[in-house]
């Protein structure tokens, strides 16, 4: 019997978030190279659907709209929309006639699409990696050898179950083309008029409203700007997404320093822009810190309740900082005290960026 990774019309599914959506991509990446004839569709959410528009490595993105199973129970009124996106998405999904549906996600809303997708092979993870039921729509179950298993390697391992040959290195390669870098630098081009010429730092001080609790204080990101700039003469590029414009405006208005705040991104393969043309990338454990990590950009994470070992970053050089206490990882998104995010102090970031960009510089020798 073939592996099933010969399959030819595949269904990945991998709803969201941003970085688990990126995490996702080294196993399709790999999974395109060693069956490269067949055609792989990917069913993803909006807020991650741009970054796998126009990737190598798919055939066709369709994208489930967010909350559509459970938008019409706030309001019976949107019912009959909802019903008809639903069925317009099903009918998509039927008429495609997939050998084989992969989720990826393991919750109850992708299991159901992944049966609904009338695959007759459909693979997902056998608990306690699959939530809310979703094992019950599985035909094949995959367990995961370690619980703490990095992200990246979870999806790759999954790909290998299936049969994949796994070979070379961990590879992203978002479809960031020319428009998305002449955006990137228009940017940037601010720094043409700083007297400053040390590195080009990218921090991300913000997170979506539901991960607000993996966010380091604002004092913090404000010591350490000004250090980076004083002392080594760095360009601090502020970006941000959708609702986090106010943070880095208050974090620009408390410096002592100039630093440029970016502007509003079109899109998600923007940002990587932004993140490909930087020496270093500082922010939390989110979706943004995941994106400069696929853009091959060196990596100082600032990590609180969630685990490191799960969410590292996996593909570039990078440095984790994080307070380890007895409750820590949690994920707890009521934590009052966030201590373990508010003991952190600006020198123990700004020891780990000094230490990071002069290991980059050995590590590319001489220029």
Not at 15 to 27: F, N
Not at 97 to 105: Q, S
Not at 119 to 145: D, N
Request: glycine fraction near 8%; include cysteine.
């Amino acid at each position: 019997m073939k592996p099933l990774a010969d399959c030819k019309n595949i269904l990945v599914i991998r709803l969201s978030a941003i970085g688990d959506v990126l995490r996702t991509l080294p196993a399709i990446n790999a999974w395109r190279r060693y069956n490269p004839e067949a055609q792989f569709t990917w069913l993803v959410e909006p807020a991650a659907a741009s970054l796998l528009e126009g990737h190598a490595a798919l055939d066709r993105v369709l994208v489930f709209e967010r909350g559509l199973f459970r938008g019409w129970l706030r309001s019976p009124r949107r019912l009959g929309t909802a019903l008809r996106k639903l069925f317009t998405l099903l009918l998509e999904l039927r008429s495609a006639k997939f050998e084989l549906a992969v989720d990826f996600h393991g919750i109850f809303k992708s299991g159901l699409l992944a049966r609904l997708s009338g695959a007759p092979v459909r693979v997902g993870f056998a608990r306690p990696a699959a939530k809310e039921g979703s094992h019950f729509f599985y035909t094949l179950h995959f367990r995961p050898s370690d619980p703490e298993l990095n992200r990246v390697d979870r999806a790759l391992a999954l790909a290998a179950f299936l049969g994949v040959e796994l070979a070379g290195p961990v590879i992203y390669q978002l479809p960031v083309g020319p428009a998305h870098q002449q955006r990137a630098r228009e940017s940037l081009a601010a720094f043409a008029e700083f007297p400053n010429s040390g590195p080009l730092i990218a921090l991300h001080p913000g997170s979506s409203k539901k991960t607000a609790y993996k966010r380091w204080h604002q004092n913090g990101y404000v010591g350490l700007i000004n250090a980076l700039v004083e002392n080594l003469g760095a360009r601090v590029v502020l970006t941000w997404g959708p609702g986090e414009r106010e943070t880095v405006e208050l974090i620009a208005g408390n410096l002592r320093v100039p630093v440029v705040v970016a502007r509003k991104t079109v899109s998600l393969l923007d940002l990587a822009a932004i993140f490909a043309a930087c020496d270093l990338y500082i922010g939390g454990d989110t979706g943004p810190m995941h994106l400069a990590v696929a853009m091959g950009t060196p990596v100082v994470a600032i990590f609180g309740p969630t685990h490191p070992q799960i969410n590292a970053p996996c593909g570039a050089s990078y440095r984790i900082v994080r307070h380890p206490l007895h409750c820590s990882p949690c994920r707890k998104r009521s934590c009052r005290t966030r201590l373990c995010l508010e003991a952190i102090g600006w020198r123990r970031v700004y020891a780990e960026v000094q230490e990071l960009l002069a290991m980059v510089k050995l590590n590319n020798g001489p220029e």
